[in-house]
């Protein structure tokens, strides 16, 4: 893309198909090819993968021939962004991704707003890999249903509606940030949500994880560090609980933050 100048957290929607074509026939099931959208931020020399409603986001393999819709959220500090394609090893047809009619909107602050992730464009929220240390990058969160999703277990159904949003940690100790959008409050504003955090060994059925936190951080306005307003630790079960945190006025934005304990699976 051209470079960017952000004011605000920004929304892209692009139309884009992707399929294989094999000379002589019509199609034919592509698996190993991908399509993505990265993105470069403020001071930065890598490309990092955008993270809006789906995982990713990317695609793999044959998509069909019919243009299809998606909506990724950029963060205030990206720069410039590019779609990747890579195609498929096969050698004897034809891999085409193709893009179409995209559309740039900064997002709005919020006053208020309800949120249960059964809409594609998950009300804002993002989550995008970041470069937290030469050594570390961050994980991220995905939106799922039904026994988890993007390969990993998770709850059997969601506290209300039919999606919620996830984060799973693998090995070692990982942090995973959920950021909401822009916040304008009036005065004394509270939150409230359903949560889960539980640790789940393979084979087993669960196993206490002492180290694994989650919290709720709040960046005020005119400020550049974050604060925790609400905090747990360790394997809290996995039955949805019901939360409740009050916000300081000059809150401008909040994030969940998920640090992953040293085993496997911390969710």
């Known amino acids: 893309s051209p470079l960017l100048e952000l004011q605000r957290e920004t929304s892209i929607t692009f139309q884009?198909?992707?399929?294989?074509?094999?000379?002589?026939?019509?199609?034919?099931?592509?698996?190993?090819?991908?399509?993505?959208?990265?993105?470069?931020?403020?001071?930065?020399?890598?490309w990092l993968p955008v993270w809006g409603p789906e995982p990713g986001w990317s695609k793999y393999g044959n998509q069909g021939?019919?243009?299809?819709?998606?909506?990724?959220?950029?963060?205030?500090?990206?720069?410039?962004?590019?779609?990747?394609?890579?195609?498929?090893?096969?050698n004897d047809g034809c891999y085409e991704v193709a893009v179409d009619y995209i559309q740039v909107s900064p997002q709005p602050p919020h006053k208020s707003f309800a949120c249960d992730f059964d809409n594609m464009d998950v009300c804002s929220w993002t989550t995008q890999k970041e470069v937290?240390?030469?050594?570390?990058?961050s994980l991220v969160w995905f939106r799922a249903r039904d026994n988890g999703g993007n390969g990993?277990?998770?709850?059997?159904?969601a506290s209300n509606g039919h999606y919620y949003m996830q984060t799973t940690g693998t090995t070692g100790r990982?942090?995973?940030?959920?950021?909401s959008?822009?916040?304008?409050?009036?005065?004394q504003t509270s939150i409230t949500f359903q949560w889960m955090m539980y640790y789940r060994q393979p084979g087993t059925s669960s196993r206490t994880c002492t180290d694994g936190s989650f919290a709720v951080e709040v960046l005020l306005s005119g400020a550049t560090e974050w604060?925790?307003?609400?905090?747990?630790?360790?394997n809290q079960g996995n039955l949805w609980q019901e939360a409740f945190v009050s916000l300081p006025q000059a809150?401008?934005?909040?994030?969940?933050?998920?640090?992953?304990?040293a085993p496997k699976a911390f969710q």
């Open 227 to 234: 604060s925790s307003v609400w905090s747990k630790e360790g």
């Open 181 to 187: 959008p822009l916040l304008e409050l009036q005065g």
């Open 65 to 90: 021939s019919a243009w299809a819709q998606s909506l990724v959220v950029l963060q205030v500090n990206a720069v410039q962004i590019r779609f990747a394609a890579v195609s498929g090893i096969q």
């Open 251 to 261: 809150t401008a934005r909040m994030r969940f933050a998920a640090v992953s304990g």
């Open 152 to 157: 990993f277990p998770g709850p059997s159904f």
């Open 16 to 46: 884009w198909m992707m399929y294989y074509r094999q000379p002589g026939t019509s199609s034919r099931t592509c698996t190993d090819g991908s399509f993505a959208v990265e993105v470069r931020l403020k001071g930065g020399t890598q």
């Open 132 to 137: 937290l240390s030469p050594e570390d990058e």
């Open 174 to 179: 990982k942090t995973s940030y959920l950021y």
